[in-house]
């Protein structure tokens, strides 16, 4: 497998949710060390992107973390993306957000594996693309995806246009993660509590 950076975005405004998520606690640990400790297994390194001004909670990391402010004030994940992949030095990184405690390792290893001749490796869950659980060829769309918040077009998946795009069905990511529990998101205090009970 090439060399492989985990980008796990922090920063996101948590409105939803009502409070910061990284810090939310799920069984005692918050959020942000149950995604840590799931890309840890498979990822060379970590590249953790905040808000400015974010406080993080007391977490670590079994692979060297650099962790940085993102660059563009509020603007979504893919300005995020942005301020990561300026500092990823592996080939290919895997994005995903501090709310994705049930990350299975083996599907980050799954969609790395299929990032031959590709760009972008993305599933598609119920007909939904899954731009946050996917590959990315750090230094061919970093330019792209920058040219894109610059011109204010946000959309991650809008920004994968001109790249070399791979999807992944949601067939084919059950044979890493049967339950697809890596696609579940805790964005409300509701659906943390569901992950809660999925735990048993």
């Known amino acids: 497998m090439e060399g492989l950076t985990a ?20 069984r005692g640990r918050p959020l942000l060390q149950w995604v840590l400790d799931a890309v840890g297994q498979v990822c060379d390194a970590v590249v953790m992107v905040k808000a400015r001004g974010q406080v993080l909670p007391d977490v670590t990391c079994t692979r060297p973390m650099t962790v940085i402010e ?18 990823v030095r592996t080939p290919l990184a895997f994005a ?7 990350t299975e ?27 946050l659980v996917a590959v990315y060829r750090a230094a061919a769309c970093l330019p792209v995806f920058r040219e894109n918040v610059e011109r204010g077009q946000l959309r991650i998946v809008v920004a994968f246009a001109g790249l070399r795009q791979k999807t ?33």
């Open 7 to 26: 980008v796990v975005l922090a920063g996101g405004r948590s409105s939803r949710f009502g409070s910061d998520k990284a810090s939310a606690l799920l």
């Open 96 to 102: 995903t957000s501090c709310d994705s405690p049930l």
């Open 70 to 87: 993102d660059v563009y004030d509020a603007q979504g994940p893919l300005a995020g993306l942005v301020a990561a992949f300026e500092v």
């Open 168 to 200: 992944v069905t949601g067939e084919e990511a059950a044979t890493a993660d049967p339950q697809l529990h890596s696609f579940i998101n805790a964005n409300t205090p509701e659906r943390l509590a569901e992950i809660d009970t999925l735990l048993g």
């Open 105 to 131: 390792p083996e599907l980050i290893r799954y969609l790395a594996s299929r990032a031959a001749d590709s760009d972008v490796v993305c599933p598609l869950v119920d007909g939904h693309p899954q731009p």
